[in-house]
C-alpha cells in the first residue's frame, strides 16, 4: 500500500468533517501570515522612530516625535496580534474536532471489523499486535494529524513567506537568507539521519525494560522461591545499561542540531548586519527594515528543523495507517442466512460426513459422523491434538467444515443465522472471562434483559449466590481488570451462573475442575450437573471422574472416533478408554 493511498484513504474520514478541517487549515494560514508580518510592521515603527530622533538630534526646524504614526503603527501591531491569536487558538479547536471526530470512526471500524472476523485470524494474529492497531497505531495517527498537520503547514507558510519578505525588503540581502536555508535543512537532516536510530534502540529498550519488569513482578514468589533475585536484578541491570546507552546517544546527537543551527544563524546574522549596516549608511536600507531581515533570519530555523523533525512521525503515522487498513480489508465472515429458527431448538444434532482441517495438506478429521438426540450428555476424549477441541470450534461455526455438514433439528447451521444459532448455545469453559464490573454486570452478560430476581435464582441452581452475599457489596461488587479478587472456583461458578441465566438448547462444557479443590469440584460438579439437565450437552473430559454418567463417551484419536459408547461398556472393551482411565485411577484404587 503506497504512502499517498493510506493518506488518501484516512481523507475518506476526514471529509465527513472538512468544514472544520479546512477552517483550521485557513485560520492556521490566517495566524502565519499575521506571525510574519511582526518583524515588518516592528520596523516601520522603528524607522519613523530613528528618522525623528534624528531629526530631534540634528535640531531641524519642527523636529519631533510623529506620534500619529507610531499609534497608527501600535493600533496594527495590536490587530495583528489580535488575528493572530485568533488563528492559532481557532486553528488548534477546529483541528482537534476534526480529527478527533474522524479518529473516533476510525476506532469504531475497527470495533465493527474486530466482530466480523473469523476465528482463523486470531490463530494466526498475536493479541498483542491487534491490540495495537487498537491503541498505540490509532493514537499515533491522531497525534500525526492533531499536531504535526498543523506544524507543518505553519513550517512550509512561515518559509514561503519569509522567502517572499526578505526579497520584497531587499533581495540582494534576501538572497543570503535564501543562500543559509539549505544549510540548515542539511544539518538537521543529517543529525536526525544519525540519531533516529538510537531514539529507535531507546523505545525498544524502554519496551523490554517494562516488559522484563512485568513479568518478574507478576512471578515475583518464584523469584523468591528459586533465589533467582541477584540474577534477576543483573539482567534488569543489563537492559537498563543498554537503555543509558542509547538513551546518551540519542540526547547527544539530537542535542547537536541546535549548536550547529545557531552557528549558522549566527553567520548569516553577521553578513546581514555587516552588509545591512552599511546599506543603512549609504541610505539604501531603512533601520527598520534591517532589524526586520535579521528577525526574518532567526525565523528560519525552525521551521526547516521542524519539517525535518516530522518527516519521521509522518512515517510512523504512513505505518500505522497500513496496519490498520490490513485489519479493515481482512476478509470477513460470510454469513447470509437461508434459513429461520421459528422456534427454539431441541437440541438434536448431527456430524454427516464431517471433513476439515485447518491447513489444506493436513487435514485432521475425515468423513467423521455422529447422532446425538435431543438431552443426551455426550463426553468428548482423548489425547492432545485429537480434534476434541476442533470439533467443538465447528459446532459453534468457529470454522465451517470442509466437507460434509453438521445439522442442528435437521437444519444445516451454515444456512442459519450465526447469531440465531449462537443464542441457543452456552459455553462454559475451562479458562473462564469475567470482565471488568460488577458481578451482576458479569452475570447479566448471559442475558441482557435478564431481571435482578432472574440473576440471584441462577446464582442460587449454580451454588454461588451465598459467596456472592458474603463479599463486600455482594452482587454490585466490582470484579478488578483480572477477576483476582476471587478464586478460580468461584470464578467458575460465576460462569455456570451466566450460562444457566442464558437458558441454552445445547450446552458445551470444557471441564473446569482440574485446577480447584475437592469441595470446590463436587460444587462445581453440581452446578454443572444442573445446567445440563433437559440439555444436549457436549463435555471435553479431562478427569475421566467426571463423566461416567454420561449417555455416550466419544474416544478421538486423529480425528476419528475410536472407541465410543457409556462408561461401563468402554471399560469391558479394555481399549484405549480403559487404559486412559486405568493410567488416572490405578493408583487410587
Keep these: 500500500m503506497q ?22 487549515i485557513w485560520l492556521k494560514v490566517l495566524a502565519v501570515v499575521m506571525s510574519v508580518l511582526e518583524p515588518f510592521v516592528i520596523g516601520l515603527a522603528i524607522t519613523r522612530i530613528t528618522e525623528n530622533l534624528l531629526a530631534i538630534v540634528g535640531r531641524v526646524p519642527g523636529a519631533g516625535l510623529d506620534y500619529s504614526y507610531i499609534l497608527g503603527i501600535l493600533a496594527l501591531y495590536l490587530v495583528r496580534g489580535m488575528l493572530y491569536s485568533l488563528g492559532s487558538y481557532g486553528s488548534n479547536y477546529y483541528m482537534t474536532k476534526a480529527v478527533q471526530g474522524s479518529i473516533q470512526e476510525l476506532r469504531h471500524d475497527l470495533s465493527h471489523k474486530i466482530n466480523r472476523l473469523p476465528v482463523s485470524y486470531f490463530d494466526t494474529e498475536q493479541f498483542g499486535n491487534i491490540l495495537g492497531r487498537f491503541t498505540s497505531d490509532v493514537e499515533t495517527v491522531s497525534n500525526a494529524l492533531q499536531q504535526s ?56 529498550a524502554i519496551g523490554q525494560q517494562n516488559g522484563f519488569a512485568q513479568e518478574r513482578l507478576t512471578g515475583f514468589n518464584v523469584v523468591k522461591l528459586f533465589n533467582q533475585e541477584e540474577a534477576t536484578a543483573q539482567e534488569f541491570r543489563q537492559i537498563t545499561q543498554e537503555l543509558q546507552t542509547v538513551g546518551f546517544k540519542a540526547s547527544f546527537i539530537s542535542g547537536l542540531m541546535m549548536p550547529f543551527l545557531n552557528l549558522i544563524s549566527d553567520g548569516t546574522y553577521v553578513l546581514i548586519a555587516l552588509w545591512g549596516g552599511l546599506q543603512v549608511i549609504a541610505g539604501k536600507l531603512t533601520i527598520g527594515n ?36 490490513q485489519v479493515l480489508d481482512e476478509a470477513e465472515v460470510v454469513n ?6 421459528a422456534h427454539d431448538l431441541s437440541g438434536q444434532v448431527a456430524f454427516e460426513a464431517v471433513d476439515f482441517s485447518y491447513l489444506p495438506d493436513r487435514p485432521l478429521i475425515r468423513d467423521f459422523n455422529l447422532d446425538v438426540s435431543p438431552g443426551q450428555m455426550i463426553a468428548i476424549v482423548g489425547p492432545t491434538g485429537a480434534g476434541k477441541t476442533t470439533l467443538i470450534n465447528l459446532l459453534m461455526r468457529f470454522y465451517d467444515v470442509s466437507a460434509g455438514a453438521i445439522t442442528i433439528d435437521g437444519h444445516d447451521i451454515r444456512h442459519l443465522s450465526r447469531q440465531d444459532y449462537r443464542r441457543q448455545i452456552g459455553m462454559v469453559l475451562q479458562d473462564t472471562w469475567l470482565f471488568e464490573g460488577t458481578i451482576r454486570e458479569n ?35 466490582v470484579m478488578n481488570q483480572e477477576s483476582s479478587n476471587i478464586s478460580q472456583g468461584q470464578k467458575q461458578l460465576l460462569t455456570i451462573a451466566r450460562a444457566l441465566l442464558s437458558d441454552p438448547r445445547i450446552l458445551i462444557l470444557d471441564e473446569a475442575t482440574s485446577s480447584v479443590d475437592t469441595r470446590m469440584e463436587q460444587l462445581i460438579q453440581k452446578a454443572m450437573s444442573r445446567l445440563m439437565e433437559g440439555r444436549t450437552s457436549f463435555v471435553i473430559a479431562h478427569r475421566l471422574s467426571t463423566i461416567q454418567e454420561a449417555d455416550r463417551i466419544l474416544v478421538l484419536r486423529d480425528g476419528q472416533i475410536v472407541e465410543q459408547g457409556n462408561h461401563q461398556e468402554l471399560l469391558a472393551d479394555r481399549g484405549f478408554y480403559y487404559n486412559l482411565y486405568n493410567s488416572q485411577f490405578a493408583e487410587d484404587e
Design 3 to 24: 504512502t499517498t493511498n493510506v493518506f488518501l484513504r484516512l481523507w475518506t474520514y476526514l471529509k465527513a468533517y472538512r468544514v472544520a478541517f479546512f477552517g483550521a
Design 443 to 477: 452475570l447479566r452478560f448471559g442475558r441482557l434483559d435478564a431481571t435482578d430476581e432472574e440473576i440471584v435464582a441462577a446464582a442460587k441452581m449454580a451454588n454461588v449466590d451465598h459467596f456472592i452475599r458474603t463479599l463486600p457489596g455482594g452482587y454490585d461488587m
Design 290 to 325: 534591517l532589524q526586520a531581515l535579521i528577525q526574518y533570519v532567526w525565523q528560519i530555523n525552525q521551521p526547516i528543523q521542524t519539517v525535518t523533525q516530522l518527516s519521521s512521525v509522518l512515517q510512523s503515522a504512513q505505518s500505522s495507517l497500513e496496519r490498520i487498513f
Design 149 to 204: 498537520l498543523l506544524q507543518i503547514v505553519n513550517a512550509l507558510l512561515t518559509l514561503i513567506l519569509v522567502i517572499a519578505m526578505v526579497l520584497y525588503i531587499n533581495w540582494p540581502l534576501g538572497l543570503i537568507v535564501i543562500v543559509s536555508m539549505p544549510l540548515i535543512y542539511g544539518i538537521s537532516r543529517l543529525v536526525v539521519k544519525h540519531s533516529q536510530p538510537y531514539f529507535k534502540r531507546q523505545a525498544d
Design 336 to 341: 447470509q442466512p437461508t434459513e429461520i429458527l
